[in-house]
């Protein structure tokens, strides 16, 4: 395609790379393997009550998004179940599917209960082999119809050996008038919550470890302060005041977290271990320190650093220890995102005044751009399973939250009302 | 509002001339209004020039902050230095800082929007802090100067041109203590 080429020819002019030290992860790499084609016939609805509702279309279809999102399975075209006779969960014709080469076949059942309890049902079964792989019932209320489709679609996943990614949220920035809240939502941008509600500013916020704290900056006592939210307890914490204190980040383990802050009068990186307390200043220079992001591996931290005149993405180790540069060419780099397998980062390129998202491969030491030149692309965040990443944009105009795979492919808008921005994808999800 | 009131009384003044000149005779209503609007403006003008220091006195802190008695700085493109042409505000500011030695000041960086947001909080602190390092080196007590960064979070002015960023990279000085 004629943008990836753009993509390889900008890296090599614009953009020379360093070679960082190897390290010793190995993963497999799964990209560019072929997708898994799976066929999702209509539900059988049991009561008469659910037809009429728009529940089963919202299962129906927050499903097959979900896989077709995936890159992992690829869906077999709708249209084309016509052409073989209508599906029967009691005697599956297995060679009609194989025809419309299907590998996974999916059979759901879906109920209403009396009590308006919603039981959503489903089978796995292999096409060739003609056998049943395995199956799953889902209850919940009826509002919940969503977030069942997508545990479906993760049990899917973590069949296959996969990561679950579609129970997975994105906590943001949204900015209604003169509003700047913190808000959750699914990783597809439905049931958007809101969770903190001052009139001053808030920003950049970020996910802990285990998913029940929010860390973000808001400047409701009139500077911007770092605090901790527990979306459980509902309690907020003060983390770290004087100066300015932001950019936060949890280490993978969930006990310390990294930040910026100018406490001591310059933009730092600090430590802090959440447990005892204890904060340690990790950066010692003039010049400004800002942006940290662990590595999976909670060994390294990456971060932006002024101090060769420019902003450049540099790594050190987690005690402070050991710095070097990894962005060698270019003016201006910001916001870096370590990808789950720890070998790529995805940062933030300024060139010409156009922002776009690049990613660094740490181990081929290979760059490609992710975003072209469409607006100001800003914050990348890495999905669970790092094949996709969330970012924002004002390519539409105002700041709106928009998805992308590892390879630039396939993006989309998730958010549409107000303004947008900051998105933090959780780092995983059960 | 004085403005205003001039124009009205100019304009009066020209309808209630041309209305004597061309048709004296005519539509006693116009002429009303107009002689009662002409008693305004005398007690405009009479108002006394008030000394810097009555102007202190008289304004509260966000009339102070809105006339904008002590002027925004700018900067250049990625840059926290002072510019050269902005060192004669900052001395009016310091020398007006010192008259008035009870005020206490908080000073806000700001930056255009072409920086990431991470970035600029750190950069619109670096401009706060030159901002008071050279109200410092000029007599001033620094304790009594506070800073605080907006990055890119509060523009100016929304334009999208080079004239439009310079206005936003901006140091502004709020009065918090008279």
Known sequence: MNMRRTVLTLAVLLLAWNAPAQ????????????????ALPAFQINDAAVQKGDI???????????????????????????????????????????????????????????????IFSFKVYEVASERFIFGRNFGGKK???????????????????????????????????????????????????RITFSSALDMLPSWSADNEKILYTSYRNLSPELFMFNIYSGKTELISSGGSNYAADWSPVGDRIVYTSSKHGNAEIYLKDMKTGQEKRLTFNPAIDTSPCWSPSGR???????????????????????????????????????????MRLAFVSRIENRFDIYIYNLKSNE?????????????PSWSPDGRHLAFSSNRGGRYQIYLV???????????????????????STK | ????????????????????????????????????????????????????EELFQQKSLEELNRDQILKRINFDFDKYEIRDDMKAILQANANWLLKFASV????????????????????????????????????????????ISYGKSKPLIPGVDEASYFQNRRAEFVITKK
């Open chain 1, 300 to 342: 390294e931290i990456a971060f932006t650093s002024q101090r060769g005149g420019t902003p450049q993405i540099y790594i050190m180790d987690s005690e402070g220890s050991n710095i070097r540069r990894i962005t060698m060419e270019g003016t201006y780099h910001d916001s870096p995102a370590w990808s789950p397998d720890g």
């Open chain 2, 1 to 52: 509002m004085k403005k205003w009131m001039l124009l009205v009384v100019a304009v009066s003044l020209v309808l209630m001339f041309s209305a004597c000149g061309k048709k004296a005779a005519q539509v006693a209503p116009v002429q009303e209004p107009v002689v009662e609007k002409v008693e305004e403006p005398v007690a405009q003008v009479e108002k006394p020039v008030l000394s810097e």
């Open chain 1, 367 to 379: 760059i490609s751009k992710l975003t072209e030149n469409a607006g100001r692309n800003e914050n």
């Open chain 1, 56 to 118: 089963p279309a919202t299962i129906y279809e927050t499903l097959w998004k979900d896989l077709e999102f995936s890159r992992i399975f690829k869906m077999v075209p709708r249209e084309h179940y016509a052409y073989i006779p209508a599906f029967n969960p009691g005697s599956i014709r297995f060679k009609d599917w194989a025809s419309l080469q299907a590998n996974i076949l999916i059979s759901g059942q879906l109920e209403i209960t009396a009590d308006d309890r919603l």
């Open chain 1, 405 to 427: 795979d590892y390879d630039g492919r396939n993006v989309q808008s998730i958010t549409a009302a107000g303004e947008n921005k900051m998105p933090k994808w959780q780092k």
């Open chain 1, 23 to 38: 390290d010793e992860i190995t993963i497999r790499i799964k990209e560019g393997m072929p997708m898994i084609p799976v």
């Open chain 1, 143 to 193: 509002d919940l119809a969503r977030l069942i489709a997508h545990k479906a679609a993760d049990e899917l996943l973590k069949h296959f050996g996969e990561k679950p990614l579609f129970t997975s949220k994105i906590v943001y920035i949204s900015e209604s008038g003169n509003d700047r809240d913190v808000y959750i939502m699914d990783y597809d941008g439905h049931r958007p919550t």
């Open chain 2, 104 to 147: 206490e000041v908080l000073i806000e960086g700001h930056c255009d929007e072409r920086g990431t947001i991470e970035y600029n909080i750190a950069l619109g602190e670096k401009r706060a802090e030159a901002a008071r390092n050279y109200l410092a080196s000029l007599g001033l007590n620094a304790a009594k100067v506070k800073i």
